[in-house]
């Protein structure tokens, strides 16, 4: 008797709908047969990989608990600790499985440890074998010992020991292929031709998030900070207050037109080329000593090694009772008290940075090196220099200056004071004794200059007639000019550029090397 049709209408089914039932029946049995078999050696795997639970990949850590486990930083795993068992996250920067060991480096920030998975007892060789096989720049969790080793390990930070691993799980993996290699990003610059391919500027700032990655870069960055802390420690321990001025403006800071303009409503702004007016200001309102920490804008198209269109400024303004010099002599101290500081506070994060960009170490003298205009003049003269008594100093002149200087008093670090008032923004005070200077200053590290300052016009007609005569519209700075109406002090100080700094004091050849995302007239983004 032939079966009924499935489909209900009592009519026997067809050879042809027999053969496909048929053939789904057994394509069941084959299905079940193999899940049955992937059950059974998956199971045979678990009963052989007996580490299965040691090691593997972590789901997103979704803050869904919290636990009394003890997280020890890579640069804490030191002699002090051997012996002990520690859990570290880090980065995994290289993995190299060879037989039954693999070979791991870890780096957490400026620091770096090797770390050793082998074969034994309680690692099986499938945890063994996922160890190298993670990306490199993800971020692991890793459990261990801390072992002291026979030999130093000269690819690490940490060269007395190792780390011996007993877990490791992957936290957040890296895609496998990265847009550039950190081992090549990490090369001395003077190393050797065939040590391997470096890379460039442009590809490292398209790809900054990696780029700062490197040992080195954490460093520099490390010590920009520490500049920073330094410049704050001293000027606050002067009774210096801390300010913070407004950067989008209603009139050039500098006079120039260098700005960058911008809508503000329903009229134009713009973005400060410095806080001086308002450090000014703050100086009238009896704050007396005051400095800043901020951005500074300029809209100038200088594609060279030391321009950014946006920097960090430094900037410091004090009153004073009888001379500049009191604001000179502040100065002074102040950055001898960074160099100082940087050199002994810091010796780890230069070293670091000085074994990928080697270079003499900065040399300062205690107090520093004053020099007049008419002396650097005649240093330049005396080496063939055509520069007339009222001429700024170019790039190269102010290269040369600095190398003289160098080789006659033996420091990186010096004041040139007295500039022509020719060369100097409105606010500047003119030299009571000679109606083409002023009193006004430069400084200079490894020849190139780091801060500009001067005495500044207290007075509102001389300012007012110096404002004139540089072109500002005195409409646009009314408020600044009215702040010395009602009395103001003698005063002066000085604008710093973070980045220019860093750079010149490691010996570095980019100002964009000192900037986390530099802007400059190509560059926007990151």
């Known amino acids: 008797m ?20 048929q053939k789904e029946q057994e394509k069941a049995q084959r299905k079940a047969e193999a899940a049955a078999k992937q059950a059974q050696e998956a199971a045979a795997r678990d009963a ?6 040691l090691y593997g990949y972590l789901g997103t850590i979704t803050s869904a608990e919290k636990t009394d486990r003890v997280w020890t930083t890579v640069g804490k795993l030191t002699e002090a600790v051997a012996d002990q068992k520690v859990l570290v996250r880090a980065r995994l920067q290289t993995s190299r499985a060879t037989g039954k060991n693999c070979f791991i480096v870890l780096r957490q920030q400026c620091f770096t440890v090797q770390g050793i998975l082998s074969v034994s007892d309680t690692i099986s060789k499938p945890m063994v074998k996922f160890a190298g096989a993670v990306p490199k720049e993800s971020i692991v969790d890793v459990y261990g010992i801390v072992r002291k080793v026979s030999q130093k390990v000269a690819s690490c930070t940490q060269q007395d020991v190792e780390l011996h691993v007993e877990k490791i799980y992957c936290v957040s993996k890296a895609e496998p292929r990265l847009p550039l290699q950190l081992e090549d990003a990490s090369r001395p610059v003077d190393g050797d031709d065939d040590a391997g391919p470096t890379v460039n500027q ?9 780029d700062l990655r490197t040992t080195t870069n954490q460093a520099i960055f490390r010590l920009q900070g520490a500049v920073i802390f330094l410049f704050k420690e001293y ?3 002067r009774d210096f207050v801390e300010i913070q001025p407004p950067h989008i403006i209603s009139a050039a800071s500098e006079g120039g037109a260098n700005v960058f303009e911008v809508t503000y409503f329903s009229r134009k702004a713009y973005l400060a080329q410095s806080p001086q007016l308002y450090k000014q200001m703050a100086v009238c309102a009896d704050f007396e000593r005051v400095f800043c920490v901020g951005p500074v804008f300029r809209a100038e198209n200088s594609n060279t090694h030391r321009h950014l269109t946006e920097f960090v400024g430094l900037d410091l303004e004090m009153a004073f009772n009888e001379h500049y010099h009191e604001v000179l002599d502040v100065i002074g101290n102040m950055f001898i008290n960074i160099f100082k500081g940087l050199q002994t506070r810091f010796a780890s994060e230069i070293a670091t940075v000085q074994r990928q960009y080697p270079c003499e170490p900065f040399q300062f003298l205690e107090p520093s090196l004053r020099l007049e205009w008419p002396e650097g003049l005649a240093m330049l003269r005396e080496n063939g220099v055509d520069i007339d008594d009222e001429d700024d100093l170019s790039t190269p002149n102010e290269k040369l200056l600095g190398k003289l200087v160098k080789a006659k008093y033996g420091t990186d670090f010096y004041i040139l004071d007295k500039y022509p008032l020719a060369v100097r923004p409105f606010y500047t005070m003119p030299d009571p004794r000679d109606a083409k200077s002023s009193n006004s200053y430069d400084m200079f590290m490894r020849g190139e200059e780091i801060l500009s300052g001067a005495q500044r016009i207290h007075d509102s007609e001389l300012l007012t007639e110096r404002a004139r005569l540089h072109g ?22 000085g604008g710093i550029g973070l980045e220019r700094v860093l750079m010149l004091f490691l010996g570095l050849h980019n100002v964009r090397n000192t900037s ?11």
């Open 235 to 237: 000027l606050l321990s």
């Open 472 to 493: 500002v519209d005195l409409e646009k700075i009314k408020a600044y000019i009215d702040s010395f109406r009602y009395g103001a002090p003698p005063h002066g100080g």
């Open 2 to 21: 032939a079966e009924a049709n499935p489909s209900g209408d009592g009519q026997p089914m067809s050879k042809s709908q027999l053969k496909k039932i």
């Open 48 to 53: 052989e990989d007996f580490s299965k639970d």
């Open 202 to 210: 442009d590809t490292r700032l398209d790809n900054r998030i990696i």
């Open 516 to 526: 986390m995302f530099p802007r400059d007239p190509q560059r926007l983004s990151p």
